[in-house]
């Protein structure tokens, strides 16, 4: 059903044996035969097991917690709340490993204290014999609530007045871009066009919840084993405790899905006070209905676009306003919200730019980071005003977007000069011609064609100073070994790195074992966010791997008497190029190389591009690495009578610079399309005052195995990216356009726009009917 | 995380409806498709339970002369694998192929679905234009109702506490008729239904002979309208008479607000629902 079609327009110019390959991942016959271990998984002599109680309401004085029946039934170890955390109830949710930029104040109470701020803010943390005791003694605890007004819309909690619940005015971040002449280029607009989009809180929904096992052990070292894609967190556990960070050892195993999460802490402080305090191992597997109040969900945003276009389709200016729902705490929303800012023109280019983004505090969910992170809702709303412009001008929106695509040399938002390739035409052009014939409408149904392109960045922000580092050698059988600390959460992070390092060692992927998650033996590589665990490791792999190569074939073309660069390693071979006949095993080469004393090993590091940050004044300045640019489209139906959406293909295109592992592409690509369907669609966090009212699955309705369409995957190199071999990110750029396009699919189908998500039955029903009044 | 609770198996008929008769408060369990969210959800509050897991014999389908009978264990992937059902119950056919999802369908029964009471239910629209009746069975006998008389109110029927559904049955639709079933819901597998739509319409030389429409997820129970109904029996069928009957339709029902959709967007689909259910049947018969 779903096919993948790798571009015969690929520079294809070096000789790969596995990289780009169609090779199954490392990591899949662990998980098909269900031996891998996950977090939840594992099991210690005299374990405990914990609860958290949650908050059940958004605002709220705590007048007292009466814990005292909890802590007497038998088999209860420990119960705690804020009053027995009086030296340390602070934790910082701010970006690992960085200094902060444009943030008042990232960090949280551990529990809650005297106010609640949200619906999940947790109250306490108990450790008892079984889950059920600890499910007794939750439910025996007591909270005396006094219900305070909150505020629940991020304009609202804006006006003078508003019931504060973050700094003292609600504002958790601000952005600016001040670019040429938005003045003179409106003026030069044949037509100017204001419209204002508007999109939901969506669950990441990883099909693992939050799960961990904490453990204080003979050394006095504090273990955590945890679902977390960031290993680098033993730092933040560490301060929140006042413990030396060497004293905590965070270990990631397998992780079943993180979608950005688990990018922030979830229940790890929590494992680590009450294994201090019961100084037995204490786990914690979070429900489904509890994960739902355990992360930050995707961002609330609202975008109000006015555009300047000539009629001959060139824009001439763009002003744009962008707000975010915070909700109770900052987490990572201005860095969100920068995203969001960067990313607001989507993949075009505009000379004279105004833009002002806010991030505001409510009493709802605090949102933080969800694949995409600001940029993919930021571009499905610029992809739907491109639509409207086109309508407007009476041109076709392709032919629309070409004229405006930003180009390599252009200067992007905040006048960063475009290095790498853009092949966002080839991308858009392919992904619709591969839709087909649009089906003749029928009695109750009307189909659509809708197209989105994007500009997603991959890499952390620049001022970050981002690095990774890893270590290859080989053993003296000829066998190779990885050790680099990324998290692997699904997407094929460690496989990828043995691809890389057997590549260019000559060694067959599968024979290449990776020790990865766990940054206390293995060096670290980083967070796996921001698309950019393949780029940073899959880098510092490579390097490491072309180190331990030089050295070898140093010592072999001694041996062979030719110079290095006229041999080469495959098949667990070293050979002279010219003449395969003169040959020597890998592990034959080890040896000699060992009986030298010639290092068979290497750590590297590899180093981001850094920058200084943006102008505050007119947001100018470098902000990320690179981008990654493609186009998804999609075909749709809608029913006329209910206003039922059915997806029927799905298609994405992407210059990805240089597929790794094209299984592990499609992956990304086919995962993509259900979940930006889902945005699209039918996915929404539905709260009332601040109260989560589908927080389980039988109501929170993301696409099923019987809502999958067609997908279709064209995958395009034009290796010109910063990551190993000319790879681009992939992870989050894959999903950006993907929503984008089903709507404009629906909007084509309808012949009129719904601005807010996403897209229900109900919502569509009564744009056709407003239709058919007017 | 799921709450402990009382567990009863037995393993003969005769001992669940013993079990039924000695207890208030055992409530019987089978797919548990329902009740297992619904304890998740602290929405239900019964924490001791009789299994039908084990009652192999209320699990068949049997077929004598024109009737059909449903042992109320029979799952609804029992149903979809019984190709005959195509012909003997069209429009339940169509609702257990888009039952929740194949897990769902794997473990939830017929019987299960009857019992529950929730207005969207989606075997129970297709059931009742089938004029099917279900058999209540207790330790002191046996009755049998009309589905139509089954429930009173929101998730209340008339089966006492110490009854069992034990089957369900009906007459195979006449050659001269067509059944069908619309279930509108947010997403293709596993939602819960917004609007649902069943009707059977039997038609001679162009006009109706016989209606029934029942409708899903539009009030407190799932129920027959019977004025849109009597509207089209003894007429032949037109657009403007189905419009009518479309519309009276949509009178009978008293929708509420939640979280899945207004009451007002399921009143406009239950007009459109069977506008177009009885529009395809006229067109089929025609």
């Known amino acids: ?404 695509f930003i180009q390599p040399g252009d200067p992007n938002t905040t006048g960063q000069i475009i290095r790498s390739s853009v092949w966002s035409d080839q991308c858009a052009t392919q992904a619709l011609a591969a839709l087909g014939e649009q089906p003749g409408n029928s009695d109750h149904l009307v189909y659509g064609h809708g197209l989105a392109c994007y500009q997603q960045s991959y890499g952390r922000i620049r001022w970050m100073k981002d690095t990774s580092e890893s270590w290859v050698g080989l053993e003296m059988d000829g066998t190779l070994i990885v050790r680099c600390a990324v998290t692997d959460i699904g997407a094929g992070q460690m496989s990828a790195l043995a691809q890389i390092a057997g590549e260019i060692l000559g060694v067959p992927m599968d024979e290449v074992t990776v020790y990865f998650g766990d940054g206390h033996v293995n060096p670290l590589a980083g967070t796996s966010t921001a698309s950019r665990a393949l780029y940073m490791s899959g880098k510092a792999t490579e390097l490491a791997a072309r180190a331990v190569r030089d050295n070898l074939l140093e010592c072999m073309a001694r041996h062979f008497e030719v110079s290095p660069g006229e041999l080469d390693l495959a098949d667990s071979k070293v050979f002279v190029l010219d003449n395969p006949e003169r040959c020597m095993s890998t592990k034959e080469m080890v040896k000699v190389c060992a009986a030298e004393g010639v290092h068979r090993q290497n750590l590297a590091i590899f180093k981001a591009p850094p920058s200084e940050g943006l102008d505050p004044e007119t947001g100018q300045g470098e902000v990320f690495p690179d981008f990654t640019y493609g186009a998804h489209a999609a075909q749709v139906s809608v029913d006329i009578d209910t206003g039922e959406v059915t997806v029927i293909k799905s298609v994405g295109a992407h210059d990805v610079g240089q597929a790794i592992n094209l299984r592990a592409v499609e992956g990304q690509i086919e995962g993509s399309a259900l979940m930006g369907q889902g945005f699209a669609l039918s996915e929404e966090l539905i709260l009332e005052k601040g109260v989560l009212k589908n927080g389980s699955f039988s109501e929170y309705l993301m696409p099923t195995s019987e809502d999958v369409p067609e997908i279709q995957s064209i995958v395009l190199e034009s290796r010109s990216g910063l990551g190993p071999f000319g790879s681009k990110g992939i992870g989050e750029p894959v999903f950006a356009p993907v929503a984008a396009s089903i709507v404009n699919a629906v909007a084509a189908a309808i012949g009129t726009r719904i601005f807010d998500l996403p897209l229900t039955p109900e919502k569509v029903l009564a744009a056709i009917t407003a239709k058919n009044e007017s | 995380m799921l709450p402990s609770f009382d567990l009863y198996q037995p393993q003969s008929l005769g001992d669940a409806l013993q079990a039924l008769a000695k207890s208030d408060e055992m409530q019987p369990l089978a797919g548990a498709t329902n009740l297992v969210p619904d304890l998740r959800g602290k929405r239900e509050t019964c924490r001791s339970f009789i299994s039908l897991k084990a009652l192999d014999d209320l699990r068949y389908i049997n077929r004598e002369g024109d009737r059909v009978t449903v042992g109320a264990c029979t799952t609804i992937s029992d149903i979809l694998r019984d190709s005959a059902m195509q012909t003997d119950a069209p429009a339940l056919y169509a609702a257990a192929e888009i039952f929740a999802g194949t897990m769902v369908r794997n473990a939830a029964t017929i019987g299960g679905n009857i019992c529950c009471g929730s207005p969207s239910a989606d075997t129970v629209p297709a059931l009742l234009t089938l004029g099917a009746e279900v058999t209540l069975s207790s330790a002191s006998g046996e009755r049998t109702v009309p589905l139509d008389e089954f429930y009173v109110d929101y998730k209340k029927s008339v089966k006492r506490a110490d009854e069992l559904l034990t089957s369900v049955s009906w007459s195979i639709p006449a050659v001269n008729s067509v059944n069908l079933f619309y279930k509108l819901a947010r997403r293709k597998g596993d939602a819960i239904t917004v609007t649902g739509v069943a009707v059977m319409i039997a038609a001679q030389d162009g006009v109706c002979c016989s209606a029934r429409i029942a409708l899903g997820s539009v009030g407190p129970t799932v129920f027959r309208a019977r004025a849109a109904e009597d509207l089209l029996t003894g007429k032949a069928l037109d657009e403007d008479l189905i419009e009518q009957a479309a519309r009276t339709a949509a009178d009978q029902c008293a929708p509420i607000d939640d979280i899945r959709a207004s009451a007002g967007y399921r009143l406009q689909t239950a007009f459109s629902l069977t506008r177009r259910l009885l529009t395809q049947a006229w067109k089929q018969l025609a």
């Not at chain 1, 939901?200 to 099909?207: G, I, K, L, V």
């Open chain 1, 1 to 404: 059903m779903n096919q993948t079609d790798v571009s015969p327009g690929s520079t294809a110019n070096v000789n790969l044996r596995q990289v780009g390959k169609n090779k199954p991942r490392n990591d899949a016959p662990t998980k098909v035969y269900g031996k891998a271990i996950y977090a939840g998984d594992f099991y210690m002599e005299g374990m405990l097991f914990a609860k958290v109680l949650h908050s059940d309401r958004a605002s709220a004085n705590i007048r007292g917690v009466d814990v005292s029946a909890a802590r007497a039934l038998a088999g209860v170890h420990s119960v705690l709340t804020a009053a027995d955390l009086t030296a340390c109830n602070s934790v910082m949710t701010d970006l690992p490993g960085q200094t902060g930029g444009g943030t008042k104040d990232t960090t949280q109470p551990i529990l809650a204290a005297d106010r609640v701020r949200f619906h999940g803010e947790p109250i306490a943390l108990i450790a008892a014999e079984t889950y059920e005791l600890a499910q007794q003694a939750l439910d025996l605890i007591v909270v005396d609530y006094e219900d305070t007004d909150g505020v629940y819309d991020p304009f609202d909690s804006q006006k003078p007045g508003a019931p504060i619940v973050y700094s003292d005015d609600n504002i958790v971040s601000a952005y600016k871009i001040r670019k040429g002449d938005t003045e003179k280029g409106f003026a030069e607009a044949d037509y100017v066009l204001e419209n204002t989009f508007s999109s939901q809180y969506q669950e990441q929904a990883f099909m693992e919840p939050e799960a961990a096992v904490a453990w204080v052990d003979e050394h006095e070292i504090l273990n955590i084993r945890s679902s977390t894609q960031v290993v680098e967190h033993f730092r933040a556990v560490a301060n929140a405790l006042g413990i030396p960070h060497n004293k905590v050892h965070l270990q990631a195993p397998y992780i079943g899905g993180g979608f950005g999460g688990k990018e922030v802490m979830t229940i790890e402080v929590w494992l680590a006070l009450l294994a201090m305090d019961t100084k037995r191992p204490v786990k914690l597997i979070q429900t489904r209905e509890n994960s739902f109040l355990s992360h930050g969900p995707r961002h609330p945003f609202t975008f109000t676009h006015k555009t300047g276009v000539t009629k001959d389709g060139k824009i001439t200016a763009m002003k744009i306003d962008i707000t975010s729902d915070a909700g109770a705490y900052a987490k990572l929303s201005p860095y969100i919200l920068l995203y969001a800012t960067v990313g607001a023109t989507g993949p075009y280019r505009v000379d004279n730019l105004w833009v002002d983004s806010t991030s505001a505090a409510t009493n709802n969910l605090p949102a933080c980071a969800f694949r995409g992170f600001g940029t993919m809702q930021a571009n499905t709303a610029c992809e739907a005003q491109m639509e409207e412009l086109a309508r407007l001008i009476g041109m076709d929106s392709l032919e629309l977007r070409r004229k405006n």
